[in-house]
């Protein structure tokens, strides 16, 4: 009696598990890669345009952030140490403030914070509605070297898998 129980069980288990495998395949697959959008952010604290096309050839990450969200603060520390570590090499990172972030409370952060990167504001949703209007902070795009997103994520990024990605691309570059 022992076999058919564990039978019933492996069954259901396997086409699950095979389910979950053709839906990774699918995900991760090339063909799911998503260009970056053609969009031209403007600094906030300099005026100076980034024209994110033109960044094609370097990893970037675009992440959008506010003030008011605790989890874009707790995750700062870390991208500024990943940022100062990787852009010598090659590595761009864009922060977008949400549109409903007042200027002056960002360029206050900014400062606070001392972040080396680039800050933007979305100052009438034009960024966010170019990466398929972002709602929720933080949010995060990585796109390669070849200007595709390759990882977009909502919420707390995992910043070693970030790290990982980021010099992998880099290493490819360098070949």
């Known amino acids: 009696m022992s076999k058919p129980n564990s039978l019933r069980i492996l069954l259901p288990a396997g086409f699950v598990a095979a389910i979950l495998a053709a839906v990774a395949y699918v995900w991760f697959s090339p063909s799911g890669v998503t260009p970056a959008p053609k969009v031209e952010m403007t600094q906030l604290d ?3 345009k980034i024209d994110l096309a033109s ?3 370097r990893p970037v990450l675009v992440t959008f952030w506010a003030t008011s969200c605790p989890g874009c603060i ?3 520390p870390h991208l500024i140490k990943l940022y100062k570590e990787l ?3 090659g590595f761009q990172i864009i922060g977008v403030a949400m549109n409903y972030d007042k200027p002056n409370n960002v360029l206050a952060m ?3 914070k001392a972040i080396p990167y680039p800050i933007v504001w979305d100052d009438v949703g034009k960024i966010s509605k ?3 209007t972002v709602t929720l902070t933080p949010t995060h795009f990585l796109i390669d070297p070849k200007g595709e997103i390759v990882q977009h994520k909502i919420g707390d990024i995992d910043i070693n898998l970030l790290r990982a990605r980021v010099l992998t691309m880099l290493s490819k570059q360098d070949a």
Do not use: S, V
Request: glycine share 22%.
């Open 46 to 48: 300099g005026g100076q």
């Open 55 to 57: 960044l094609h050839g």
């Open 74 to 76: 707790a995750e700062m």
């Open 87 to 89: 852009a010598p090499k």
């Open 110 to 112: 900014q400062k606070a």
């Open 130 to 132: 170019a990466f398929g």
